[in-house]
Each structure stands twice: as structure tokens, then as C-alpha cells.
């Protein structure tokens, strides 16, 4: 049996109250054992509002707990509170510097290098593609304009590893701007979207600094342009990699607390459609 808005919507506020074992949830939605723990893996995994446990994983007495994940009561240090800051003020990649994260991750868990590419090139460098497919259950993109779905990979166009990573049960979550500046890369998505035969692209309009991308919980990807001078013709960009689970689990929340608070690209789009000669600009 599908899950129905009205189920989460019922989930959601149960688990908000308190924790809850699956035998609980099962009861209060009038579904098998089963059927409950199969939404609640679906609900983790795609909304970002609840996280499971597993206690005495392995043996017959196994106990699994759904408890509301609450991001805005961030478990960080000082450091963490003012990069939030800067992050939810800021509005262009100009306005945050990730070399803050990647200075404070742990120096054996962290890579960080440079690329020099053509301005207007969409052609990717480093096989990204390869980090991509490592994902088991989500990616969650910190985008600008959702330009992702230009970029190149050899012979190998990104829309199709996204594609290719949806049929395989991926989640995709983007986070960008959906405006008129970035309609086309975001009707590309959602043409994509519509082919599929599984809602496994979100995408939700949000203007933020970052550009990034977080592969389940164990990789993260951040990217920085250098300033270079006007006449020359490349530009340089600084990639910092992380696995360091504790800045790992905190983007993580970073992405859910502003992904909350933005509206739905495809309503943008709708509204965006009404502009009167909008196609002629």
C-alpha cells in the first residue's frame, strides 16, 4: 500500500510527540509491522524530518525507534554557529567560504585541491560522475543556478547519471534557485522527472552560498571559485572533499533547515509560466 499524505502527515505528528517503536506507529495507522517500518525507511529518507535507531541490532530482541529529528536544535560549537550564520545571510557564493569548513574537519579526513577550466566550459575536470555513484540512498545538492544539468563528464552528460542513479532508488535533493535566470536548468530536471518512474528528484527554491553536494553520510564534495583577473581566459576553482562524520552530520541538517523553509520549485515554475513574455527575454 502507497503512503498517502494523510499517513505521513499522521506519522509525522506522532513521532513529534515522542519516540516511537515501529509496533507503535503499526497500531496508530492500522498497518502491519512491515508496512509501518517501510514507510518510516521511506520517510527517512526523503523528508529529512525523522531518523531511526536500531537497539540491540542482531539479535532477537531487536528494537527499532523513529524519533523527530530536530534541526533547529543544532548540537554544535561556536565555530558551527557562526558559519550557520553566514550561511542562512547569505545569498551568493561570494558570501560564505568553505575553506571555513574544510579548515576545522579533521586533517585525515579531509583532500583539497584546484582546477583550472575554461570560462563558459560546462566540461567537468575530475570524474565527479564516480563520486556520484557511490550514493546508496541520497545525494543533497547545494546548487546556485541547478547547472548541474549541464555539466559533462567526457561523453557522459550528468542529467543521464541522474537519471541512471533515480532508477536505482537514489534520492535526489536540490537545493537552488528556480527563477528566470535558472528556468531552463530547472524545467530540465523536472522533464526528467516527469520520465521517471519514481518521485526520486526534489528540487526547492532556496538562494544560499553554498556549492556543494553530500553523498548519504559519508562524503561531501564543497566547491569555491577563485577570483582571477578579468582578462584571463580561465578560471580557477578550489574542490574541498570531507569525511569527517561530525561536518558531515551537520551539512546535513544545514540542508534540511533551509530546505524546510523553501517552496516547492515546481510551484515556482507554475508561477513563473504567468510572467507575459517571459520566453521572448
Not at 510527540?17 to 507503535?24: I, S
Not at 554557529?81 to 560564505?96: A, H, M, S, V, Y
Amino acid at each position: 500500500m502507497a503512503l498517502d499524505k494523510e499517513t505521513r502527515e499522521e506519522i509525522r505528528d506522532f513521532v513529534k510527540q515522542k519516540p516511537r517503536t515501529v509496533q507503535e506507529i503499526a497500531q496508530m495507522i492500522g498497518r502491519s509491522w512491515r508496512t509501518a517500518d517501510r514507510y518510516l525507511e521511506k520517510m527517512e529518507k526523503e523528508e529529512g524530518y525523522i531518523s531511526r535507531r536500531t537497539f540491540r541490532k542482531g539479535t532477537r530482541g531487536a528494537l527499532k525507534i523513529s524519533y523527530w529529528n530536530n534541526i533547529n536544535s543544532f548540537s554544535t560549537s561556536k565555530v558551527q554557529e557562526q558559519l550557520l550564520k553566514k550561511i542562512e545571510t547569505g545569498r551568493k557564493k561570494e558570501d560564505f567560504s568553505p575553506f571555513d569548513i574544510y579548515q576545522s574537519a579533521e586533517k585525515d579526513k579531509r583532500n583539497a585541491f584546484m582546477e583550472k577550466q575554461r570560462k563558459e566550459n560546462v566540461e567537468a575536470k575530475h570524474d565527479i560522475f564516480t563520486l556520484l555513484r557511490q550514493a546508496q540512498e541520497k545525494i543533497m545538492f547545494f546548487s546556485g543556478d541547478l547547472s548541474w544539468v549541464n555539466l559533462t563528464y567526457k561523453d557522459t552528460n550528468c542529467l543521464d547519471v541522474f537519471r541512471e542513479l533515480s532508477e536505482e532508488g537514489i534520492n535526489l535533493f536540490f537545493l537552488g534557485r528556480v527563477d528566470t535566470g535558472s528556468m531552463k536548468n530547472a524545467e530540465k530536471l523536472f522533464d526528467l522527472k516527469k520520465s521517471l518512474k519514481k518521485d526520486k528528484i526534489k528540487v526547492r527554491h532556496n538562494e544560499h552560498p553554498l556549492r556543494a553536494f553530500i553523498v548519504d553520510n559519508t562524503f561531501v564534495q564543497m566547491k569555491e571559485m577563485r577570483k582571477t583577473d578579468k582578462d584571463e581566459e580561465s578560471e580557477k576553482y578550489l574542490f574541498y572533499e570531507i569525511e569527517d562524520k561530525k561536518w558531515i552530520k551537520w551539512l546535513e541538517k544545514v540542508f534540511w533547515k533551509l530546505y524546510r523553509g523553501s517552496m516547492p520549485g515546481e510551484k515556482r515554475i507554475e508561477d513563473l509560466r504567468t510572467i507575459e513574455n517571459l520566453e521572448r527575454i
